[in-house]
Protein backbone atom coordinates (compact mmCIF):
# COMPACT_ATOMS: atom_id res chain seq x y z
CA UNK A 1 0.00 0.00 0.00
CA UNK A 2 1.50 3.41 -0.84
CA UNK A 3 0.15 6.55 0.90
CA UNK A 4 1.10 10.53 0.57
CA UNK A 5 2.01 11.93 3.94
CA UNK A 6 2.42 16.02 4.63
CA UNK A 7 6.07 16.61 4.68
CA UNK A 8 6.74 18.97 7.38
CA UNK A 9 4.40 22.05 7.11
CA UNK A 10 6.00 25.57 7.21
CA UNK A 11 9.30 23.96 8.50
CA UNK A 12 10.16 22.55 4.85
CA UNK A 13 9.08 25.93 2.81
CA UNK A 14 11.71 27.54 0.93
CA UNK A 15 13.87 24.71 0.88
CA UNK A 16 14.33 23.87 -2.20
CA UNK A 17 17.44 21.14 -2.20
CA UNK A 18 15.65 19.30 0.67
CA UNK A 19 16.08 15.44 0.03
CA UNK A 20 12.28 13.56 0.03
CA UNK A 21 12.41 10.12 1.82
CA UNK A 22 10.28 7.42 0.94
CA UNK A 23 9.42 5.55 3.88
CA UNK A 24 8.69 1.69 3.52
CA UNK A 25 7.53 -0.19 6.40
CA UNK A 26 6.16 -3.64 6.91
CA UNK A 27 5.59 -6.61 9.14
CA UNK A 28 5.53 -10.07 8.46
CA UNK A 29 2.43 -11.21 10.84
CA UNK A 30 0.01 -8.69 12.19
CA UNK A 31 -2.36 -10.85 14.33
CA UNK A 32 -4.35 -8.36 15.27
CA UNK A 33 -5.06 -6.73 11.93
CA UNK A 34 -5.33 -2.93 13.12
CA UNK A 35 -1.73 -2.16 11.67
CA UNK A 36 0.30 -1.24 15.22
CA UNK A 37 3.39 -2.48 14.12
CA UNK A 38 3.57 -1.09 10.90
CA UNK A 39 2.33 2.07 12.49
CA UNK A 40 5.19 2.61 15.06
CA UNK A 41 7.46 1.90 12.30
CA UNK A 42 6.39 4.57 10.31
CA UNK A 43 6.69 6.84 13.35
CA UNK A 44 10.07 6.11 14.20
CA UNK A 45 10.82 6.69 10.47
CA UNK A 46 9.35 10.35 10.63
CA UNK A 47 11.24 11.44 13.89
CA UNK A 48 14.29 10.07 12.16
CA UNK A 49 13.22 12.13 8.63
CA UNK A 50 12.42 15.21 10.93
CA UNK A 51 16.08 14.89 12.67
CA UNK A 52 18.02 14.74 9.81
CA UNK A 53 15.83 17.28 7.87
CA UNK A 54 14.37 15.25 5.34
CA UNK A 55 10.77 15.79 3.55
CA UNK A 56 8.79 12.96 3.70
CA UNK A 57 7.55 11.53 0.18
CA UNK A 58 5.04 8.83 -0.17
CA UNK A 59 5.20 5.73 2.44
CA UNK A 60 5.04 1.96 1.64
CA UNK A 61 2.66 -0.41 3.64
CA UNK A 62 2.99 -4.07 3.49
CA UNK A 63 1.37 -4.95 6.49
CA UNK A 64 1.39 -8.39 7.58
CA UNK A 65 3.76 -9.21 4.25
CA UNK A 66 6.40 -12.11 4.55
CA UNK A 67 10.03 -10.91 3.26
CA UNK A 68 10.89 -14.30 2.48
CA UNK A 69 8.20 -16.55 1.78
CA UNK A 70 8.27 -15.94 -1.96
CA UNK A 71 5.06 -13.96 -1.87
CA UNK A 72 4.63 -10.56 -4.00
CA UNK A 73 5.15 -7.34 -1.89
CA UNK A 74 2.79 -5.05 -3.86
CA UNK A 75 4.24 -1.65 -1.94
CA UNK A 76 7.82 -3.11 -2.27
CA UNK A 77 7.00 -3.49 -5.85
CA UNK A 78 5.73 -0.28 -5.90
CA UNK A 79 7.90 1.73 -4.41
CA UNK A 80 10.72 0.10 -7.18
CA UNK A 81 8.89 1.53 -9.67
CA UNK A 82 8.60 5.13 -8.40
CA UNK A 83 12.74 5.19 -7.63
CA UNK A 84 12.80 7.71 -5.09
CA UNK A 85 15.55 9.96 -3.64
CA UNK A 86 15.98 7.88 -0.59
CA UNK A 87 14.91 5.20 1.27
CA UNK A 88 14.16 4.96 5.30
CA UNK A 89 12.87 2.19 7.35
CA UNK A 90 12.95 0.80 10.66
CA UNK A 91 15.53 -1.50 10.21
CA UNK A 92 17.50 -3.03 6.52
CA UNK A 93 15.52 -7.09 7.70
CA UNK A 94 11.98 -4.83 7.11
CA UNK A 95 13.24 -3.82 3.68
CA UNK A 96 15.01 -7.08 2.28
CA UNK A 97 15.49 -10.43 3.98
CA UNK A 98 17.31 -12.04 0.72
CA UNK A 99 20.19 -10.94 -1.48
CA UNK A 100 17.43 -11.44 -4.50
CA UNK A 101 15.84 -8.79 -3.04
CA UNK A 102 19.03 -6.61 -1.86
CA UNK A 103 19.95 -6.53 -5.34
CA UNK A 104 17.03 -4.78 -6.70
CA UNK A 105 17.51 -1.88 -4.49
CA UNK A 106 21.21 -1.59 -5.50
CA UNK A 107 20.38 -1.40 -8.84
CA UNK A 108 17.69 2.16 -7.74
CA UNK A 109 21.57 3.58 -6.54
CA UNK A 110 19.60 5.56 -3.83
CA UNK A 111 21.07 5.61 0.16
CA UNK A 112 19.08 3.57 2.45
CA UNK A 113 18.64 5.09 5.96
CA UNK A 114 17.47 2.61 8.57
CA UNK A 115 16.35 3.55 12.16
CA UNK A 116 18.59 0.92 14.28
CA UNK A 117 20.93 0.65 11.71
CA UNK A 118 21.87 3.95 10.33
CA UNK A 119 22.79 4.37 6.80
CA UNK A 120 23.91 2.38 4.25
CA UNK A 121 24.93 4.27 1.43
CA UNK A 122 24.54 1.45 -2.02
CA UNK A 123 26.55 3.24 -4.35
CA UNK A 124 30.36 2.43 -2.84
CA UNK A 125 31.78 -0.94 -2.33
CA UNK A 126 31.70 -0.83 1.50
CA UNK A 127 28.29 0.15 1.63
CA UNK A 128 27.11 -2.76 -0.63
CA UNK A 129 29.18 -5.52 1.50
CA UNK A 130 27.68 -4.07 4.30
CA UNK A 131 24.19 -4.40 3.15
CA UNK A 132 24.76 -8.09 1.37
CA UNK A 133 25.95 -9.03 4.93
CA UNK A 134 23.12 -7.96 6.53
CA UNK A 135 20.89 -9.65 3.82
CA UNK A 136 22.78 -12.75 5.07
CA UNK A 137 22.62 -12.81 8.34
CA UNK A 138 18.67 -11.63 8.01
CA UNK A 139 18.27 -14.87 5.60
CA UNK A 140 20.42 -17.09 7.95
CA UNK A 141 18.38 -16.20 10.91
CA UNK A 142 15.26 -16.88 9.14
CA UNK A 143 16.13 -20.38 8.18
CA UNK A 144 17.08 -21.59 11.13
CA UNK A 145 14.30 -19.99 12.70
CA UNK A 146 12.41 -22.07 10.39
CA UNK A 147 14.64 -24.93 11.28
CA UNK A 148 13.56 -25.00 14.83
CA UNK A 149 10.42 -24.35 14.38
CA UNK A 150 10.13 -27.17 12.79
CA UNK A 151 11.99 -29.47 14.69
CA UNK A 152 9.59 -28.18 17.50
CA UNK A 153 6.65 -29.34 15.82
CA UNK A 154 8.29 -32.80 14.75
CA UNK A 155 8.93 -33.31 18.53
CA UNK A 156 5.76 -32.48 19.76
CA UNK A 157 4.01 -34.56 16.98
CA UNK A 158 6.32 -37.86 18.12
CA UNK A 159 5.39 -37.56 21.54
CA UNK A 160 1.49 -37.55 19.81
CA UNK A 161 0.57 -33.85 21.03
CA UNK A 162 -2.78 -32.71 19.02
CA UNK A 163 -1.74 -30.84 16.03
CA UNK A 164 -5.07 -28.72 15.76
CA UNK A 165 -6.22 -26.13 17.74
CA UNK A 166 -8.08 -23.64 15.09
CA UNK A 167 -10.41 -25.74 12.90
CA UNK A 168 -11.19 -28.58 14.40
CA UNK A 169 -11.27 -32.12 12.85
CA UNK A 170 -14.83 -33.95 12.77
CA UNK A 171 -15.13 -36.32 15.84
CA UNK A 172 -13.06 -33.95 18.31
CA UNK A 173 -13.27 -30.79 20.28
CA UNK A 174 -10.78 -27.71 20.11
CA UNK A 175 -10.65 -28.07 24.00
CA UNK A 176 -9.41 -30.53 26.99
CA UNK A 177 -10.82 -32.54 29.70
CA UNK A 178 -10.19 -32.26 33.03
CA UNK A 179 -7.47 -34.87 32.15
CA UNK A 180 -5.68 -32.88 29.70
CA UNK A 181 -6.97 -34.52 26.98
CA UNK A 182 -8.48 -33.86 23.71
CA UNK A 183 -12.28 -34.04 23.84
CA UNK A 184 -14.04 -36.54 21.58
CA UNK A 185 -17.02 -35.32 20.69
CA UNK A 186 -19.36 -38.87 21.15
CA UNK A 187 -22.11 -38.29 18.83
CA UNK A 188 -19.43 -37.09 15.94
CA UNK A 189 -17.68 -40.23 16.76
CA UNK A 190 -19.94 -42.94 16.55
CA UNK A 191 -21.07 -41.66 13.23
CA UNK A 192 -17.55 -42.28 12.36
CA UNK A 193 -17.64 -45.53 13.64
CA UNK A 194 -20.62 -46.17 11.61
CA UNK A 195 -18.73 -44.91 8.65
CA UNK A 196 -16.00 -47.42 8.94
CA UNK A 197 -18.42 -50.04 9.19
CA UNK A 198 -20.12 -49.39 6.09
CA UNK A 199 -16.62 -49.03 3.98
CA UNK A 200 -15.95 -52.45 5.27
CA UNK A 201 -19.56 -53.99 4.05
CA UNK A 202 -18.62 -52.14 1.06
CA UNK A 203 -19.72 -48.87 0.98
CA UNK A 204 -17.98 -46.03 -1.20
CA UNK A 205 -17.26 -42.36 0.07
CA UNK A 206 -20.15 -41.33 -1.65
CA UNK A 207 -22.29 -43.23 0.15
CA UNK A 208 -21.39 -42.16 3.38
CA UNK A 209 -21.76 -38.87 2.20
CA UNK A 210 -25.38 -39.01 1.89
CA UNK A 211 -25.71 -41.25 5.45
CA UNK A 212 -24.56 -38.35 6.99
CA UNK A 213 -26.27 -35.72 5.35
CA UNK A 214 -29.40 -37.83 5.87
CA UNK A 215 -28.18 -37.61 9.30
CA UNK A 216 -28.39 -34.47 9.63
CA UNK A 217 -24.57 -34.24 9.90
CA UNK A 218 -22.28 -31.15 8.89
CA UNK A 219 -18.75 -30.71 8.40
CA UNK A 220 -17.22 -28.58 11.40
CA UNK A 221 -17.17 -26.02 8.95
CA UNK A 222 -21.38 -26.35 9.09
CA UNK A 223 -21.17 -27.46 5.05
CA UNK A 224 -23.14 -30.28 3.35
CA UNK A 225 -21.00 -33.79 3.31
CA UNK A 226 -19.67 -34.65 -0.07
CA UNK A 227 -17.44 -37.79 -1.28
CA UNK A 228 -14.16 -35.81 -1.63
CA UNK A 229 -14.63 -34.48 2.22
CA UNK A 230 -15.93 -37.69 3.81
CA UNK A 231 -12.36 -39.23 2.22
CA UNK A 232 -9.94 -36.92 3.67
CA UNK A 233 -11.46 -37.36 7.13
CA UNK A 234 -11.56 -40.74 7.09
CA UNK A 235 -8.33 -41.62 5.39
CA UNK A 236 -6.37 -39.65 8.46
CA UNK A 237 -4.54 -41.41 10.71
CA UNK A 238 -5.79 -39.64 13.75
CA UNK A 239 -8.99 -41.72 13.52
CA UNK A 240 -6.42 -44.57 14.20
CA UNK A 241 -5.03 -42.85 17.41
CA UNK A 242 -1.72 -41.99 15.29
CA UNK A 243 -0.25 -38.21 14.81
CA UNK A 244 1.49 -37.52 11.63
CA UNK A 245 3.87 -34.93 10.65
CA UNK A 246 3.98 -34.00 7.32
CA UNK A 247 2.40 -36.94 5.98
CA UNK A 248 4.52 -39.75 7.75
CA UNK A 249 3.52 -41.42 11.09
CA UNK A 250 5.38 -39.95 13.76
CA UNK A 251 3.84 -41.85 16.98
CA UNK A 252 1.56 -44.44 16.95
CA UNK A 253 -0.01 -43.28 20.78
CA UNK A 254 -1.42 -39.93 20.57
CA UNK A 255 -2.92 -38.22 23.38
CA UNK A 256 -6.35 -38.39 22.35
CA UNK A 257 -8.78 -41.61 22.19
CA UNK A 258 -8.75 -43.30 18.74
CA UNK A 259 -12.29 -43.48 16.80
CA UNK A 260 -11.77 -47.14 16.47
CA UNK A 261 -8.47 -49.10 16.70
CA UNK A 262 -5.00 -48.51 15.13
CA UNK A 263 -5.19 -52.02 13.07
CA UNK A 264 -8.61 -52.33 12.21
CA UNK A 265 -8.39 -48.68 10.92
CA UNK A 266 -5.21 -49.21 8.81
CA UNK A 267 -6.43 -52.57 6.92
CA UNK A 268 -10.18 -50.88 6.03
CA UNK A 269 -8.36 -47.70 4.99
CA UNK A 270 -5.64 -49.95 3.06
CA UNK A 271 -8.24 -51.52 1.32
CA UNK A 272 -10.50 -48.57 1.02
CA UNK A 273 -8.06 -46.75 -0.75
CA UNK A 274 -5.95 -49.29 -3.00
CA UNK A 275 -9.47 -51.83 -3.68
CA UNK A 276 -8.27 -54.67 -5.44
CA UNK A 277 -10.15 -53.96 -8.53
CA UNK A 278 -9.46 -51.65 -11.50
CA UNK A 279 -5.83 -50.33 -11.59
CA UNK A 280 -4.64 -47.37 -13.33
CA UNK A 281 -4.13 -47.06 -17.12
CA UNK A 282 -6.38 -50.12 -17.60
CA UNK A 283 -9.67 -48.25 -18.57
CA UNK A 284 -13.24 -49.18 -17.13
CA UNK A 285 -14.36 -52.29 -17.81
CA UNK A 286 -17.47 -52.01 -20.17
CA UNK A 287 -19.38 -55.55 -19.64
CA UNK A 288 -19.98 -57.56 -16.14
CA UNK A 289 -17.70 -60.72 -17.59
CA UNK A 290 -14.98 -59.33 -20.00
CA UNK A 291 -11.94 -59.89 -17.84
CA UNK A 292 -13.31 -63.41 -16.84
CA UNK A 293 -14.17 -64.84 -20.21
CA UNK A 294 -11.01 -66.89 -21.99
CA UNK A 295 -11.08 -68.32 -25.76
CA UNK A 296 -11.32 -71.92 -25.32
CA UNK A 297 -9.03 -72.60 -28.12
CA UNK A 298 -6.57 -69.98 -27.14
CA UNK A 299 -7.34 -68.73 -23.88
CA UNK A 300 -6.87 -65.18 -25.78
CA UNK A 301 -8.86 -62.60 -23.73
CA UNK A 302 -12.45 -61.08 -24.22
CA UNK A 303 -14.09 -57.40 -24.65
CA UNK A 304 -17.83 -56.03 -25.13
CA UNK A 305 -19.21 -56.03 -29.10
CA UNK A 306 -21.56 -55.88 -31.22
CA UNK A 307 -23.10 -58.27 -33.71
CA UNK A 308 -25.74 -57.94 -36.93
CA UNK A 309 -28.10 -60.27 -37.38
CA UNK A 310 -30.67 -60.65 -40.62
CA UNK A 311 -34.00 -60.55 -39.02
CA UNK A 312 -36.69 -61.88 -41.17
CA UNK A 313 -40.02 -60.00 -40.85
CA UNK A 314 -43.82 -60.77 -40.65
CA UNK A 315 -43.58 -58.97 -44.79
CA UNK A 316 -40.94 -61.87 -45.50
CA UNK A 317 -38.62 -58.54 -45.29
CA UNK A 318 -34.73 -59.08 -44.01
CA UNK A 319 -34.10 -56.51 -40.91
CA UNK A 320 -30.25 -56.09 -39.44
CA UNK A 321 -30.80 -56.15 -35.60
CA UNK A 322 -28.14 -55.57 -33.80
CA UNK A 323 -26.93 -57.00 -30.32
CA UNK A 324 -24.31 -56.95 -27.85
CA UNK A 325 -21.95 -59.53 -27.64
CA UNK A 326 -18.57 -60.61 -25.67
CA UNK A 327 -15.87 -60.84 -28.85
CA UNK A 328 -12.60 -63.16 -28.66
CA UNK A 329 -10.90 -59.56 -29.68
CA UNK A 330 -7.52 -61.04 -30.34
CA UNK A 331 -7.91 -64.63 -32.52
CA UNK A 332 -12.05 -63.99 -33.57
CA UNK A 333 -12.07 -67.57 -32.50
CA UNK A 334 -16.00 -67.34 -30.64
CA UNK A 335 -18.10 -64.92 -29.40
CA UNK A 336 -20.92 -65.44 -27.35
CA UNK A 337 -24.66 -63.25 -26.81
CA UNK A 338 -24.05 -60.67 -23.77
CA UNK A 339 -27.03 -60.99 -22.10
CA UNK A 340 -27.93 -64.64 -22.38
CA UNK A 341 -24.20 -65.06 -20.99
CA UNK A 342 -24.75 -62.67 -18.00
CA UNK A 343 -27.87 -64.31 -16.94
CA UNK A 344 -25.97 -68.02 -17.46
CA UNK A 345 -23.70 -67.38 -15.22
CA UNK A 346 -25.60 -65.66 -12.30
CA UNK A 347 -27.79 -68.70 -12.55
CA UNK A 348 -24.74 -70.59 -11.80
CA UNK A 349 -23.29 -67.98 -9.35
CA UNK A 350 -26.59 -68.29 -7.64
CA UNK A 351 -26.65 -71.99 -7.61
CA UNK A 352 -23.45 -72.25 -6.49
CA UNK A 353 -23.91 -69.96 -3.34
CA UNK A 354 -26.74 -71.37 -1.71
CA UNK A 355 -25.34 -74.99 -2.36
CA UNK A 356 -25.46 -76.15 1.42
CA UNK A 357 -21.84 -77.80 1.03
CA UNK A 358 -20.63 -74.56 -0.90
CA UNK A 359 -22.37 -72.55 1.62
CA UNK A 360 -20.25 -75.15 4.54
CA UNK A 361 -17.28 -74.19 2.81
CA UNK A 362 -17.24 -70.61 2.41
CA UNK A 363 -18.41 -70.11 6.39
CA UNK A 364 -14.97 -72.54 7.00
CA UNK A 365 -12.74 -70.70 4.55
CA UNK A 366 -13.70 -67.51 6.08
CA UNK A 367 -13.40 -68.56 9.70
CA UNK A 368 -9.77 -69.55 8.78
CA UNK A 369 -9.09 -66.60 7.04
CA UNK A 370 -10.55 -64.24 10.04
CA UNK A 371 -8.08 -65.99 12.67
CA UNK A 372 -4.93 -66.11 10.85
CA UNK A 373 -5.93 -62.21 9.96
CA UNK A 374 -6.27 -60.73 13.63
CA UNK A 375 -3.70 -62.75 14.80
CA UNK A 376 -1.35 -61.01 11.68
CA UNK A 377 -3.34 -57.52 13.11
CA UNK A 378 -1.74 -58.35 16.58
CA UNK A 379 2.13 -59.58 15.34
CA UNK A 380 1.81 -55.88 13.26
CA UNK A 381 1.22 -53.98 16.65
CA UNK A 382 3.89 -55.41 18.52
CA UNK A 383 6.05 -54.69 15.55
CA UNK A 384 5.29 -51.54 15.55
CA UNK A 385 6.14 -51.13 19.50
CA UNK A 386 9.55 -52.31 18.50
CA UNK A 387 9.70 -49.81 15.62
CA UNK A 388 9.02 -46.81 18.00
CA UNK A 389 11.73 -48.60 20.68
CA UNK A 390 13.97 -48.92 17.76
CA UNK A 391 13.66 -45.27 16.97
CA UNK A 392 13.87 -43.89 20.42
CA UNK A 393 17.04 -45.66 21.45
CA UNK A 394 18.29 -43.95 18.41
CA UNK A 395 17.67 -41.34 19.22
CA UNK A 396 19.41 -41.79 23.05
CA UNK A 397 22.23 -43.08 20.64
CA UNK A 398 22.55 -46.53 22.13
CA UNK A 399 23.20 -47.99 18.60
CA UNK A 400 25.03 -46.86 15.51
CA UNK A 401 23.14 -45.73 12.48
CA UNK A 402 24.18 -48.81 10.19
CA UNK A 403 22.31 -50.92 12.65
CA UNK A 404 19.39 -48.60 13.01
CA UNK A 405 18.92 -48.43 9.10
CA UNK A 406 19.21 -52.26 8.99
CA UNK A 407 17.03 -53.33 11.31
CA UNK A 408 14.10 -50.69 11.01
CA UNK A 409 14.14 -51.72 7.44
CA UNK A 410 13.67 -55.30 8.50
CA UNK A 411 11.08 -54.52 10.97
CA UNK A 412 9.29 -52.31 8.35
CA UNK A 413 9.13 -54.87 5.96
CA UNK A 414 7.39 -57.39 8.46
CA UNK A 415 4.97 -54.67 9.34
CA UNK A 416 4.36 -54.34 5.31
CA UNK A 417 4.05 -58.01 5.06
CA UNK A 418 1.54 -58.95 8.51
CA UNK A 419 -0.55 -55.72 7.12
CA UNK A 420 -1.14 -56.84 3.95
CA UNK A 421 -2.44 -60.29 6.04
CA UNK A 422 -4.61 -58.74 8.26
CA UNK A 423 -6.31 -56.29 5.78
CA UNK A 424 -8.04 -59.64 4.33
CA UNK A 425 -10.28 -59.40 7.62
CA UNK A 426 -11.31 -56.26 6.45
CA UNK A 427 -12.25 -57.34 2.67
CA UNK A 428 -15.39 -55.01 1.19
CA UNK A 429 -18.26 -57.24 2.09
CA UNK A 430 -21.17 -57.26 0.08
CA UNK A 431 -25.03 -57.64 0.06
CA UNK A 432 -23.89 -61.58 -0.26
CA UNK A 433 -22.21 -62.05 2.38
CA UNK A 434 -25.45 -62.15 4.37
CA UNK A 435 -27.97 -63.21 2.11
CA UNK A 436 -29.57 -66.77 2.64
CA UNK A 437 -31.44 -69.44 0.37
CA UNK A 438 -32.26 -68.47 -3.23
CA UNK A 439 -34.31 -66.08 -2.73
CA UNK A 440 -32.19 -63.74 -0.70
CA UNK A 441 -29.28 -64.24 -2.99
CA UNK A 442 -31.78 -62.96 -5.74
CA UNK A 443 -32.69 -59.94 -4.64
CA UNK A 444 -29.03 -58.90 -2.97
CA UNK A 445 -27.59 -59.69 -6.57
CA UNK A 446 -30.02 -57.14 -8.29
CA UNK A 447 -29.68 -54.58 -5.60
CA UNK A 448 -25.63 -54.57 -6.28
CA UNK A 449 -24.64 -52.10 -8.95
CA UNK A 450 -21.42 -53.75 -11.70
CA UNK A 451 -18.41 -53.28 -9.52
CA UNK A 452 -20.07 -54.79 -6.60
CA UNK A 453 -21.13 -57.89 -9.25
CA UNK A 454 -17.52 -58.02 -10.82
CA UNK A 455 -16.07 -58.10 -7.26
CA UNK A 456 -18.73 -60.96 -6.41
CA UNK A 457 -18.12 -62.86 -9.80
CA UNK A 458 -13.89 -62.31 -9.02
CA UNK A 459 -13.64 -63.84 -5.40
CA UNK A 460 -15.78 -67.23 -6.84
CA UNK A 461 -14.84 -67.25 -10.78
CA UNK A 462 -11.24 -68.03 -11.99
CA UNK A 463 -12.10 -67.62 -15.70
CA UNK A 464 -15.08 -68.54 -18.11
CA UNK A 465 -14.04 -70.31 -21.25
CA UNK A 466 -16.00 -70.11 -24.04
CA UNK A 467 -15.59 -72.65 -27.13
CA UNK A 468 -16.68 -71.99 -31.19
CA UNK A 469 -20.29 -73.42 -31.66
CA UNK A 470 -18.99 -74.29 -34.84
CA UNK A 471 -20.61 -73.50 -38.25
CA UNK A 472 -24.13 -72.53 -38.82
CA UNK A 473 -26.33 -71.25 -36.48
CA UNK A 474 -26.17 -73.18 -33.64
CA UNK A 475 -27.87 -71.65 -30.78
CA UNK A 476 -26.05 -70.82 -27.71
CA UNK A 477 -26.41 -73.39 -25.23
CA UNK A 478 -24.26 -74.18 -21.67
CA UNK A 479 -22.57 -76.85 -23.45
CA UNK A 480 -20.05 -74.41 -24.97
CA UNK A 481 -19.72 -72.62 -21.54
CA UNK A 482 -17.05 -73.96 -18.79
CA UNK A 483 -17.32 -71.75 -15.27
CA UNK A 484 -13.76 -72.69 -13.61
CA UNK A 485 -14.72 -71.81 -10.04
CA UNK A 486 -11.98 -70.85 -7.15
CA UNK A 487 -12.35 -73.42 -4.35
CA UNK A 488 -14.36 -76.19 -3.79
CA UNK A 489 -16.29 -78.29 -6.40
CA UNK A 490 -14.47 -77.03 -10.09
CA UNK A 491 -17.14 -77.70 -12.87
CA UNK A 492 -15.88 -78.94 -16.01
Known amino acids: MRRARPSGGDADKGKTDQLTAAIYVRISDDKSGEAAGVERQETLCRSLCEQEGWAVGQVYVDNSVSATSGVRRPAFEQMLEDRPQAIVCWHQDRLVRKTSDLNRIIELGVPVHSVKAGTVDLATPSGRAIATTLAAWATFETEHSAERKRAAFRESASKGRKGWSGRRPYGYANGRDENGRPILIEREAEHLRHAFGMVRDGASFADIARYLNDQGETTPLGHEWHARTVRQVMVNPRNGGMRTYRGEIVSDEAEWEPIIPRDEWMAIIERAVRPGGRQKGRGKAKALLSSLCVCGVCGGPFA ?155 EHIESISIKPRGRGRRPMSPEYVTINWKGWGNRA
Open 304 to 458: KGTSTSQIRQPDGSLQPVKRDVYIATKCGHTRAPLEWLDEYVRKELVKRLTNPAGALYRAQAAQREDADALAAAHEAAEARVRLQELRESYARGEMSLATFTTTTSTVEATITSLDAQAATYYRPRTALDHAEGIGSVREAWQRMDDAERRSVLA
